[in-house]
């Protein structure tokens, strides 16, 4: 009883050339059979793994008369047999010999056998059932062409499934690569995907698989399914979350970063936000995001998931709590723009309505990180630009303290800069920033005008745009309401012969006439631009918009009509 089987032995040793044969497979699985019957200790696991061992010879038997060498997934299944057969046959030797070292790892091997040739039993099932040994033994299904029929493309599918369940490894990496292909290529591929049962289950069940390229591989195809609407809720219904967050503390740099886009994906809906939070994901992108040793392609869509989450008022505490401010502060002065960008969407995320972190990213050191990538001096993108000034705006417009911090870091000079030198894009996100801080306290305005806003104002004045032209004009309107920044604004005699030049032309509509009417208005508060005005030239046109009942044409020509110039006027102003 304790001897090794001599026939058993040499089996084992025929079977270890990579050709190996049905029959040899038949061979393995009849002689541990017999060698298994006079096992005495656990003899309930030895009868269902013996159990399993004739289903799975009955099923080899039946296909004995295929040539395996010619069929690479049939090869692949008769090689994986005769690898457990080989894990068995030791478990059977040891306890033959008594050998073992403990009875509940025993208990817990034979387990775990009974459950491989279960699997193989299945797979082989799949096989025949998926028609692969009818089909003259195609080693692979060709891709159908770009206009093929659905019912080729599934067939194809259908293949790349089977090749995933029980292919070897090497097979089904290069059906996961063949899957991907063809889901980026036509989205049509990506609802077959979904329709054809368990190749959604596969491929969440291999985000958990050991072989590292074969979770790469899996990610990518899940990634692109990820970014449709339409099937979100498949993914999620097959328990995708968990596996997506566990590939986020694997040791795969590519592999996580397919998993921080899908979940980015997924997230977009927030009712997904807790499925994330239950496990452990917050905890998990956090430690991406703070990492030093994280790549720009990784935090970025980390950034965009706990962008997403923080909607969730008892998440956005958890990630305060974590130091996720401070963390996304030190992100914001990154050199990538995907990062700077996603951190800079983050912060204003977390902050918005609140002021209790609006406090703690201005205590951080926000708003200088903000201002550093707003700096023209500073090499940054237009579209981190676009996104610090929107993100300014958010944190500091309403309050007059930030305002005053921002204007000691230099923002004033910064946006005066992007008004006259930004490309169009940050030039009219400059004028709308400056719009509404012009718009804000007396000592906003005053150091507006100081640092020359108005005579940029007044280039925009007679802009293609009506909403330009509008913000120009409101926001000079603003500015000149201050006594100190009219005088600034007609020591310069260009100003002021702007603004009648512009009022007498004839395409400027009411609108616009309006708001020059009203900056006029306001200057002639000033001795020298009550002057400037009436000895210009366009009194006869501010007279005829007085007539046509212009508003505030009337009270602009009665400002004008000072003892001076009474005279030149006439009587019927004062009726």
Known sequence: MGQENPKQHQIFQESSPPKRSL?????????????????????????????????????????????????????????????????????????????????????????????????????????????????????????????????????????LLTR????????????????????????????????????????????????????????????????????????????????????????????????????????????????????????ALLKICASVDSTAELISPACGVLRNLVGVDEIKRFMIEEGAVSTFIKLAR??????????????????????????????????????????????CSSKSREMALRAIENLCFSSASYISVLMSYGFMDQLLFFLRNGDVLVQELALKAAFRLSGTSEETKKAMGDAGFMSEFVKFLDAKSFEVREMAAVALNSLVS??????????DDRNVGFLLQLLDQEETNSGSKKFLISILLSLTSCNSGRKKIANSGYLKNIEKLAEAEVSDAKRLVRKLSTNRFRSMLNGIWHS
């Open 23 to 159: 029959r040899q497979a038949i061979e393995v699985i009849s002689s541990l059979i017999s060698y298994s019957l006079p096992i005495k200790v656990f003899a309930v696991k030895w009868q269902l793994i013996r159990n399993k061992l004739e289903e799975l010879n009955s099923s080899l038997i039946a296909i004995e008369d295929c040539d395996s060498s010619q069929n690479p997934i049939l090869s692949g299944m008769v090689s994986a047999v005769l690898a457990s057969a080989s894990d068995c046959y030791d478990l059977a030797r040891r306890c033959v010999d008594l050998s073992y070292s403990g009875k509940l790892l025993m208990q817990s091997d034979l387990d775990v056998m009974v459950a491989k040739f279960d699997r193989h039993v299945k797979n082989l099932s799949g096989i025949c059932t998926a028609g692969i040994l009818s089909q003259g033994f195609a080693i692979v299904v060709s891709r159908p062409g770009v206009n093929a029929c659905k019912d080729d493309m599934r067939f194809y599918v259908r293949d």
């Open 164 to 283: 995933m369940k029980i292919g070897d490894l090497e097979m089904k990496r290069q059906a996961l690569v063949n899957l991907y292909d063809v889901v980026v290529e036509d989205e049509k591929y990506v609802k077959i995907i979904v329709e054809v049962g368990d190749l959604v289950n596969i491929l969440v069940s291999l985000l958990d698989s050991m072989e590292m390229e074969l979770q790469q591989d899996a990610v990518k195809v899940v990634a692109v399914i990820s970014g449709f609407d339409s099937y979100k809720s498949i993914l999620i219904g097959a328990g995708i979350i968990g596996p997506l967050i566990r590939v986020l503390e694997s040791r795969s740099e590519i592999s996580k970063e397919g998993a921080a886009r899908s979940l980015q994906k997924l997230t977009q809906n927030s009712d997904n936000a807790w499925s994330v939070s239950a496990y452990g994901g917050v905890t």
């Open 334 to 379: 990154s050199k990538d723009e995907g990062v700077q960008i996603s951190s800079i969407e983050f912060l204003q995320n977390i902050a918005s309505g609140d002021e209790s972190v609006r406090q703690s990213v201005v205590k951080e050191g926000g708003i200088r990180a903000l201002v550093r990538v707003f700096d023209p001096k500073i090499a």
């Open 482 to 491: 201050v006594p100190k920044n009219r005088k600034i604004f007609v020591q």
